[in-house]
Nanobody, 130 residues
Framework: QVQLVESGGGLVQAGGSLRLSCAAS????????MGWFRQAPGKEREFAAA????????YYADSVKGRFTVSRDNAKNTVYLQMNSLKPEDTAVYYC???????????????????????WGQGTQVTVSS
């Protein structure tokens, strides 16, 4: 089992920045690909960003590309999502997720699908005011 706890959410004005953290505990010895997803009120959950176990490869949704940066510190069992140039449409609950993908091929083809992740955090609210 892996427990994930997000933090760093809050209220920010449009154009501002926030950095989300996702701390993992429990069975962290396994190699997990990590993803960030978000869900706005009345909308379905959507993919935002993902990062491979090594941290070498990252993926982003078109809506956040160039503004968000995902990174990880495996020594601290923590994944980060740096969010810059925030827009009101970025308002959502942000969730981190861990997936025990069976190798690179699986991760590279499934990173954006929430159904492929095994563990989820409780979420952190991000509100961007105009």
């Amino acid at each position: 089992q892996v427990q994930l706890v997000e933090s760093g959410g809050g209220l920010v004005q449009a154009g501002g920045s926030l950095r989300l953290s996702c701390a993992a505990s429990g069975r962290t010895s396994s190699r997990y690909g990590m993803g960030w997803f978000r869900q706005a009120p009345g909308k379905e959950r959507e993919f935002a960003a993902a990062i491979s176990w090594s941290g070498v490869t990252t993926y982003y949704a078109d809506s956040v590309k160039g503004r968000f940066t995902v990174s990880r510190d495996n020594a601290k069992n923590t994944v980060y999502l740096q969010m810059n140039s925030l827009k009101p449409e970025d308002t959502a609950v942000y969730y981190c997720a861990a997936g025990a993908f069976s190798g690179w091929t699986y991760f590279s083809s499934r990173y954006s699908g929430g159904q492929w992740y095994d563990y989820w955090g409780q979420g952190t609210q991000v509100t961007v005011s105009s």
